[in-house]
C-alpha cells in the first residue's frame, strides 16, 4: 500500500518569513495529493491539492509543488502570519486496504509562527 | 448544513460497551469516509462508501467495528465491547464522488475509553 513521509515535524519561522514542508509517497500509481490544515479541537481543512498532470499550484500564499519522478511533493507558506500556526498534513491518494479510496496521510506538521 | 456535521462532538465511555458514532455527510455527495485520530498522530483510513456500499472493510481495526449507510447520507460507526486502545478522535468525510474528489471532514467525535 501506499506510505506517506512528512518533514520535518516541527517548523517554527519568524511572521513574514516562508514556511516549506515536504511530502515522499511510495506507490507511483498515486495522482492527487492534498494538503489539510488543522487547528486544535478542528477536523482537517483542505487547503490546497494538486493532481499528477500539474507541476505546481499557487493560491494566494500557498503554493504546492509536486516531481512525479522523484515521488515527491511540498507545501510553501510565504508571507507567514499567526493564523498559519497549526498542524499541516500532506496525503495521497492511493489504494488503502486493498482496494478502498481513502488518502493516505503523513504524520503531520508542527507549524509555529513566532511574532 | 453546509459542511460535515458529527455527533456526538465528545464520548466517554467504560470499557466493554458499544458506542454509535454519527455522520452527516455534506448533501449530495455520494462518497463518504471513516478515518482515525490517535493523540499528536496522522489519519488511518478506516472505510469508505461508495453510495451504501462500503466495498472494502479490510481497514476496519477488528471485527468489534462495523459501519453502514443508510438512504444515500448518514452513516453510523459501531464499536462494540469498547477497549481503552479504541480512544480516539474518529473523524469523517464526505466527497461528491469517489476517485480523488477534495474529502471534506467533519470535526470528529473525541471518543474516550475509561
Known amino acids: 500500500g501506499e506510505n506517506v513521509e512528512q518533514h520535518p515535524s516541527t517548523l517554527s519561522v519568524q511572521e513574514g518569513d516562508s514556511a516549506v514542508i515536504k511530502c515522499t509517497y511510495s506507490d507511483s500509481a498515486s495522482n492527487y495529493f492534498p494538503w489539510y490544515k488543522q487547528e486544535l479541537g478542528k477536523g482537517p481543512q483542505l487547503i490546497i491539492d494538486i493532481r499528477s498532470n500539474v507541476g505546481e499550484k499557487k493560491d494566494q500564499r500557498i503554493a504546492v509543488t509536486l516531481n512525479k519522478t522523484a515521488k515527491h511533493f511540498s507545501l510553501h507558506i510565504t508571507e507567514t502570519q499567526p493564523e498559519d500556526s497549526a498542524v499541516y498534513f500532506c496525503?495521497?491518494?492511493?489504494?488503502?486496504?486493498?482496494?478502498?479510496?481513502?488518502?493516505?496521510f503523513g504524520k503531520g506538521t508542527h507549524l509555529i509562527i513566532q511574532p | 448544513g453546509a459542511g460535515v456535521s458529527q455527533s456526538p462532538s465528545n464520548k466517554v465511555t467504560e470499557k466493554g460497551k458499544d458506542v454509535e458514532l454519527r455522520c452527516d455527510p455534506i448533501?449530495?455527495?455520494?462518497?463518504l469516509y471513516w478515518y482515525r485520530q490517535s493523540l499528536g498522530q496522522g489519519l488511518e483510513f478506516l472505510i469508505y462508501?461508495?453510495?451504501?456500499?462500503?466495498?472494502?472493510k479490510s481497514g476496519l481495526p477488528s471485527d468489534r467495528f462495523s459501519a453502514e449507510r443508510t438512504g444515500g447520507s448518514v452513516s453510523t460507526l459501531t464499536i462494540q465491547r469498547t477497549q481503552q486502545e479504541d480512544s480516539a478522535v474518529y473523524l469523517c468525510a464526505s466527497s461528491f464522488q469517489v476517485s480523488n474528489q477534495p474529502q471534506h471532514f467533519g470535526d470528529g467525535t473525541r471518543l474516550s475509553i475509561l
Open positions: 462508501f461508495q453510495g451504501n456500499s462500503a466495498p472494502d
Open positions: 496525503a495521497a491518494s492511493g489504494i488503502s486496504g486493498g482496494g478502498a479510496d481513502g488518502l493516505t
Open positions: 448533501s449530495g455527495h455520494t462518497a
